[in-house]
């Protein structure tokens, strides 16, 4: 998945944006829990500065797939504040599996489209 | 360098003076803030710490942090919405479907007695209404009391104990009485059947209005701490 996002190319792209709920459960089924700044330092490190996910749009997505049952929350004390970390659930993990063939049918679609020749 | 107790208060005060005024929201964005801004003094350890916010406060856009205080607000209905659901599934199982066939037909009672029983059945619902209402307001008073004295407030409880999204649930079936009478023809001359689904539909909205008046109130505690992990935490 990564790759595409590379592939994507442009770093403010609105073709990130519906791509969002699929990056944050990815990652969270790869890496097990996490807050929200580290999603967006994991991301940014991932595609190396390409993609800032902007912070208005990571928490209401986040709390967005909380409330679909897709991502529990659980919360520890660090330092002298509050940490709320996030980890996937078993039907966060199905919807998971449903989005990434989604994209990938988008992909080879796109590409299909974009470039045909690739496609015979 | 971490950022000392008196910044992490100066977080707190940032985001209320953002229109952020509820703790759970706040959590999340002083901790992500107080973050970015050690991330920041890793690279210039010299840049003050209200530069920093700002530089961190932009990022969230124009609107600042009603996106994210609106689309908590979504979620957290959607949440509400399915815990009355939750509790309202409870009254089809047995035997509590007893006493919603039970309450149907005394309701079935009243209205097939003339429009007379229609009128005593819309005083008696009207001012049990009023009983819940009146028992809503002093709950809400109590809570204003005990948040001038600075507790904490929380979006869920504070939906919670407002109804949700509101009183309006209790006057449904007032209006909807009342939109049947208004017809001019007395419901009573209309067939078992229509009065029995009227009936059935009015003890549904009345049970709706107990379990957002009562059941869930009562076990408010319960469903924070479950919504909240860290409400144990700052509580």
Same mark, same amino acid.
């Given at each position: 998945?990564?790759?595409?996002?590379?592939?994507?190319? @442009?770093?403010?792209?609105?073709?990130y944006?519906?791509?969002?709920?699929?990056?944050?459960?990815?990652?969270?089924?790869?890496?097990?829990? @996490?807050?929200?700044?580290?999603?967006?330092?994991?991301?940014?490190?991932?595609?190396?500065?390409?993609?800032?996910?902007?912070?208005?749009?990571?928490?209401?997505?986040?709390?967005? @797939?909380e409330?679909?049952?897709?991502?529990?929350?659980?919360?520890?004390?660090?330092?002298?504040?509050?940490?709320?970390?996030?980890? /996937?659930?078993?039907?966060?993990?199905?919807?998971?599996?449903?989005?990434?063939?989604?994209?990938?049918?988008?992909?080879?679609? @796109?590409?299909? /489209?974009?470039?045909?020749?690739?496609?015979? | 360098?971490?950022?000392?107790?008196?910044? +992490?208060?100066?977080?707190?005060?940032?985001?209320?003076?953002?229109?952020?005024?509820?703790?759970?929201?706040?959590?999340?964005?002083?901790?992500?803030?107080? %973050?970015?801004?050690?991330?920041?003094w890793?690279?210039?350890?010299?840049?003050?710490?209200?530069?920093?916010?700002?530089?961190?406060?932009?990022?969230?856009?124009?609107?600042?942090?009603?996106?994210?205080?609106?689309?908590?607000?979504?979620?957290?209905?959607?949440?509400?919405?399915?815990?009355?659901?939750?509790? %309202?599934?409870?009254?089809?199982?047995?035997?509590?479907?007893?006493?919603l066939?039970?309450?149907?037909?005394?309701?079935?009672?009243?209205?097939?007695?003339?429009i007379?029983?229609?009128?005593?059945?819309?005083?008696?619902?009207?001012?049990? #209404? #009023?009983g819940?209402?009146?028992?809503?307001y002093?709950?809400?008073?109590?809570?204003?009391?005990?948040?001038?004295?600075?507790?904490?407030?929380?979006?869920?409880?504070?939906?919670?104990?407002?109804?949700?999204?509101?009183?309006?649930?209790?006057?449904?079936? $007032?209006?909807?009485?009342?939109?049947?009478?208004?017809?001019?023809?007395? +419901?009573?001359?209309?067939?078992?059947?229509? +009065?029995?689904? %009227?009936?059935? #539909?009015?003890?549904?909205?009345?049970?709706?209005?107990?379990?957002?008046?009562?059941? #869930?109130?009562?076990?408010?505690? $319960?469903? %924070?701490?479950?919504?909240?992990?860290?409400?144990?935490?700052?509580?």
């Open positions: 998945m990564y790759i595409y996002i590379r592939t994507l190319g @442009m770093s403010t792209s609105q073709l944006r519906g791509s969002l709920t699929t990056i944050i459960l990815k990652l969270l089924e790869e890496n097990g829990e @996490m807050y929200g700044y580290e999603i967006t330092q994991r991301v940014k490190e991932l595609t190396q500065g390409d993609l800032n996910i902007k912070e208005g749009a990571l928490y209401p997505s986040l709390h967005k @797939m409330a679909a049952g897709h991502l529990t929350v659980t919360a520890k004390k660090v330092d002298n504040r509050v940490r709320k970390y996030y980890d /996937i659930t078993p039907a966060g993990k199905e919807e998971t599996v449903n989005r990434l063939a989604e994209l990938d049918e988008f992909l080879a679609n @796109m590409q299909r /489209i974009i470039n045909p020749k690739l496609s015979f | 360098m971490k950022l000392n107790d008196s910044q +992490i208060e100066d977080l707190y005060v940032f985001t209320r003076k953002h229109y952020v005024e509820y703790y759970d929201v706040q959590i999340e964005l002083v901790d992500h803030l107080a %973050l970015a801004i050690e991330d920041q890793k690279v210039k350890p010299q840049l003050p710490f209200e530069d920093a916010l700002q530089i961190e406060f932009k990022k969230f856009g124009v609107f600042g942090f009603t996106e994210m205080v609106e689309q908590r607000q979504k979620a957290m209905a959607r949440k509400y919405s399915k815990l009355i659901w939750k509790h %309202l599934k409870e009254y089809f199982k047995l035997p509590k479907i007893l006493l066939l039970a309450l149907t037909m005394v309701i079935y009672g009243f209205i097939s007695t003339q007379i029983g229609t009128i005593v059945l819309t005083i008696i619902i009207t001012a049990v #209404i #009023i819940i209402a009146v028992d809503g002093r709950k809400r008073i109590k809570r204003y009391k005990l948040e001038k004295e600075g507790k904490k407030k929380w979006l869920f409880e504070e939906m919670i104990f407002q109804y949700g999204t509101g009183m309006t649930v209790f006057l449904f079936p $007032i209006q909807f009485l009342s939109l049947i009478n208004s017809g001019g023809t007395d +419901i009573s001359s209309r067939g078992s059947v229509f +009065i029995a689904v %009227l009936s059935f #539909i009015v003890v549904l909205m009345l049970m709706v209005g107990y379990i957002i008046s009562f059941e #869930i109130t009562r076990k408010a505690q $319960i469903y %924070l701490e479950q919504t909240y992990p860290e409400y144990k935490l700052v509580n």
